[in-house]
């Protein structure tokens, strides 16, 4: 199969991410003798400064690893909580029927900063100032723009200059936005991670006092304060078309720290697939494994219809789940025995027939009601129009656009594996912080303002994030770390890779880059929450027989650009070989290894 970039072969190491600057700087913390997991850091804190569109310090981190060794994955929260003073309540009384994409009512705890230093203190080697460093001179020196950069800040131009003038004071230097190949810095962000390693370094201690200590900082120290004050004294512009202040606090950020727990997993053959929790959408992805296994899904043509209809119409059932059933664990009695269950999929795969399925229909779990009436009905009309909050000029009068993500992967020689999807904390998300030079993000969207769902919003709950890492195991040893941006669409295209290598033979550059797809189908994640029923988006490399008879199944085909599916990376180890490719989709991501 044609290949845009070779596979990475090696023992040493590999790195692969959404940017090269950010792979180039991990793999510079494995050549200094850092382990993955301080790659893993020293790569998403340079994330958060070359790709401010897509991350940046105040969003969140899932992150999914093996520590070499050791028997069990791990997964790590990074997903901040609801704030205390947030109600369904507090929204009906200001007339709101959905958490609005952007502004300060759509912030949760920023979780990134926390989960990051969780990393480094108890799996890293490293100090803060080894993995922040390179971080902090992208924002200090400068970093070449990429064009989506500067096409994100013109598209809220409007908004930043109206609205949210400290973010214009970051993005608009001199009233422009910075043009693609130019040096663009972030001196005030540069700024705060100076003075947080200068009180990190100067109070002295081991490497894990140190990061304690900057823990504390971020969480109840200047950091928080400077949050808090934002929040009191600010009223903005949101997606709703009026200003609100958030409902955010200090207490928020010094009541809650990032986690450690166990993944769930489902066994496809030889193959064990480890995924976040149900306050993930990470279990869809092993439930269209278990709806597809057993299909012969591996004799079906990569781009042919009968592969894209199975794998469509799964996805349409665990989406439907999804919708029915996640939620934060620590507030929802989520069914995942029966949902990953072989009898349960059984039953459910009953419903894939020779045509394109209507309606959003979970399945049927005795002795519970499943409730998804919320995410079906059309609020303020927003529902009506999928076009709302996603183009001009909405985006440019109230900042909702569809923000995006990133993601890196990394294996190091020990066999230490990591794989981690930070977002949050976009530039179009919320007004920048003055004094802090980051703003934070929108995660509260994916909260419904309905009791009846299980992802209803509640003070201290975990919004159920699209955020989706994977690692999968091959006869019981940790085999391959992967991912990818893209929001409601991560556990689809993350599912391709993994079908393409496992039952059709592709090595990993192969499985990134073969023709992609995705469908729509069901209620999305992200403000005003639409839908389009039967909507199924191919690639342009799908031959037209395919996409003939697709429709002819009822599909409601778009074809897109020939390469604009997905921004997966992943890495891969067999043996003592150690594999690592990188999407070419938008000429940013690379991995890097030797």
């Known amino acids: 199969m044609f290949t845009t970039r070779p596979e990475l072969l090696g023992t040493f190491g590999m790195v692969a991410s959404t940017h090269w600057l950010a792979t180039a700087t991990g793999m510079a913390i494995l050549e200094k003798g850092g382990?993955?997991?301080?790659?893993?850091?020293?790569?998403g804190l340079a994330l958060q400064v070359v790709e401010p569109h897509l991350?940046?310090?105040?969003?969140?981190m899932p992150g999914i690893f093996h520590v070499a060794g050791e028997d069990a994955p791990r997964v790590i929260c990074g997903q901040g909580p609801a704030p205390a003073a947030a109600t369904i309540g507090v929204f009906e009384d200001l007339g709101l029927d959905l958490v609005p994409g952007s502004g300060l009512l759509c912030a949760v705890v920023p979780g990134a900063f926390d989960s990051w230093m969780l990393l480094l203190r108890n799996y890293g080697t490293m100090g803060l100032a080894d993995v922040l460093s390179p971080a902090l001179g992208f924002a200090q020196n400068g970093y070449p723009v990429v064009g989506r950069i500067t096409a994100t800040i013109e598209t809220v131009r409007d908004l930043f200059e109206?609205?949210?003038?400290?973010?214009?004071?970051?993005?608009?230097?001199?009233?422009?936005?910075?043009?693609?190949?130019?040096?663009?810095?972030?001196?005030?962000l540069a700024a705060t991670w100076s003075r947080l390693l200068a009180e990190v370094e100067a109070g002295g201690g081991s490497r894990e006092a140190r990061i304690d200590r900057a823990r504390a900082i971020w969480s109840q120290g200047w950091i928080a304060e400077s949050i808090d004050r934002f929040f009191r004294t600010s009223e903005v512009m949101d997606a709703s078309g009026r200003r609100h202040r958030g409902l955010l606090a200090g207490d928020d950020l010094a009541r809650w720290q990032a986690t450690i727990e166990a993944p769930l997993s489902y066994d496809y053959g030889r193959y064990t697939v480890c995924k976040c929790g149900p306050w993930s959408q990470g279990p869809v992805l092993l439930q269209q494994l278990a709806l597809l296994d057993g299909m012969g899904i591996g004799d079906a043509d990569p781009v042919g219809p009968e592969f894209v209809h199975l794998v469509v119409e799964a996805?349409?059932?665990?989406?439907?789940?999804?919708?029915?059933?996640?939620?934060d664990p620590d507030f929802v009695d989520v069914p995942v025995e029966v949902l990953l269950s072989r009898a349960y999929a059984e039953r459910r795969r009953a419903a894939i027939g020779p045509a394109a399925a209507t309606g959003v229909h979970p399945g049927a779990i005795e002795g519970?009601?499943?409730?998804?009436?919320?995410?079906?009905?059309?609020?303020?009309?927003?529902?009506?129009?999928?076009?709302?909050?996603?183009?001009?000029?909405?985006?440019?009068?109230?900042?909702?656009?569809?923000?995006?993500?990133?993601?890196?992967?990394?294996?190091?020689?020990?066999?230490?594996?990591?794989?981690?999807?930070?977002?949050?904390?976009?530039?179009?998300?919320?007004?920048?912080?003055?004094?802090?030079?980051?703003?934070l993000g929108n995660r509260g969207q994916m909260f419904w303002?309905?009791?009846?769902?299980?992802?209803?919003?509640?003070?201290?709950?975990r919004p159920r994030t699209t955020l989706s890492p994977s690692l999968a195991l091959k006869d019981g040893e940790p085999w391959?770390?992967?991912?990818?941006?893209?929001?409601d669409q991560q556990d689809q295209w993350s599912l391709l890779l993994f079908l393409h290598r496992v039952e059709h033979a592709m090595n990993l550059q192969e499985a990134i880059d073969a023709p992609a797809f995705h469908t729509e189908h069901f209620p999305s994640s992200f403000w005003p929450r639409s839908r389009s029923d039967r909507k199924l988006v191919l690639e342009?490399?799908?031959?037209?027989?395919?996409?003939?008879e697709l429709e002819r199944r009822g599909h409601v085909v778009e074809s897109g650009e020939d390469w604009s599916e997905g921004r997966l990376t992943a890495a891969a180890r067999e043996g003592a070989v150690l594999k690592a490719a990188a999407n070419p989709r938008g000429m940013q991501g690379y991995a890097a290894g030797r």
């Open 35 to 43: 382990n993955a997991f301080d790659a893993a850091v020293a790569t």
């Open 55 to 60: 991350n940046g310090p105040g969003g969140d």
């Open 162 to 188: 109206q609205e949210w003038p400290s973010s214009a004071a970051v993005y608009l230097p001199g009233g422009r936005a910075p043009s693609p190949g130019s040096l663009f810095s972030n001196r005030t």
């Open 315 to 327: 996805a349409k059932l665990a989406f439907a789940d999804r919708e029915a059933w996640y939620g």
């Open 368 to 439: 519970r009601t499943a409730r998804i009436e919320h995410a079906l009905r059309n609020r303020s009309g927003l529902a009506a129009s999928p076009a709302m909050g996603t183009g001009e000029p909405t985006v440019a009068r109230i900042g909702a656009m569809a923000g995006d993500t990133v993601h890196l992967d990394i294996i190091d020689r020990a066999g230490n594996m990591i794989s981690c999807t930070p977002s949050g904390g976009w530039l179009q998300s919320s007004p920048v912080i003055p004094e802090l030079g980051f703003c």
């Open 449 to 461: 303002l309905d009791a009846a769902s299980p992802s209803a919003l509640e003070p201290g709950k």
């Open 480 to 487: 391959m770390v992967f991912g990818t941006p893209g929001g």
């Open 540 to 548: 342009g490399r799908f031959p037209a027989a395919t996409v003939r």
